[in-house]
T-cell receptor
Framework: GAVVSQHPSWVICKSGTSVKIECRSL??????MFWYRQFPKQSLMLMAT?????????EQGVEKDKFLINHASLTLSTLTVTSAHPEDSSFYIC?????????????FGNGTRLTVT | QQPVQSPQAVILREGEDAVINCSSS?????VHWYRQKHGEAPVFLMI?????EQKGHEKISASFNEKKQQSSLYLTASQLSYSGTYFC???????????FGQGTTLQVKP
């Protein structure tokens, strides 16, 4: 159980376009999902906390208008990278925790490798 | 604030042991350990909660010293499959939000 599905697994887009990444919890409900970004050989950097039915909470230094997060249901959160630029190229990973279990493990999606040309 | 992991990298022969440390400047509610292989998502290993507990999973165990705000991951009799990058994730706000350390790369050689 506790499967998180992320789509697409990779995407190549042109500079200036927008890309949407989906994160779904397949067999549990998630009131909260977390979006991380990882550059090569670096750590997982938390971008934002996605809250079902309310606005996302962004970490310091993360542009809200550039990384749009929508958590419309208990099983789906989306991250849209707007007006993407080459420096946005990275590995984006979502994670989710089952509803009401604050100290339970985070379950990660398989990640989306974004390349902006 | 990002927890600090040490060492940054370890090279072992099969069967050898290793210890990875994770230190926080803030009080911890929980510490989570994950292993990530190249190009893949992190895989959960274990979670330690407030209370100074120690947990084990096959030949991998961990301890959590709440007072020192530290956790250690112990890998005994290492196997080739243990190779990867190990991350500790810390919750300092009791919100479930995890901040990860910079990672420790472990390479196990035959």
């Amino acid at each position: 159980g506790a499967v998180v599905s992320q789509h697409p697994s990779w995407v190549i887009c042109k500079s200036g376009t927008s890309v949407k990444i989906e994160c779904r919890s397949l067999d549990f409900q998630a009131t909260t999902m977390f979006w991380y970004r990882q550059f090569p050989k670096q750590s997982l950097m938390l971008m934002a906390t996605s809250n079902e039915g309310s606005k996302a909470t962004y970490e310091q230094g993360v542009e809200k208008d550039k990384f749009l997060i929508n958590h419309a249901s208990l099983t789906l959160s989306t991250l849209t990278v707007t007006s993407a630029h080459p420096e946005d190229s990275s590995f984006y990973i979502c994670s989710a925790r089952a509803r009401g279990q604050n100290n339970s493990p985070l379950h990660f999606g398989n990640g989306t490798r974004l390349t902006v040309t | 604030q990002q927890p600090v992991q040490s060492p940054q990298a370890v090279i072992l022969r099969e069967g050898e042991d290793a210890v990875i440390n994770c230190s926080s400047s803030k009080a911890l509610y929980s510490v989570h350990w994950y292993r990530q292989k190249h190009g893949e998502a992190p895989v959960f290993l274990m979670i330690l909660l407030k209370g100074g507990e120690q947990k084990g999973h096959e030949k991998i165990s961990a301890s959590f010293n709440e007072k020192k705000q530290q956790s250690s991951l112990y890998l005994t009799a290492s196997q080739l499959s243990y190779s990867g990058t190990y991350f500790c994730g810390t919750d300092t706000s009791n919100t479930g939000k995890l901040i990860f350390g910079q990672g420790t790369t472990l390479q196990v050689k035959p």
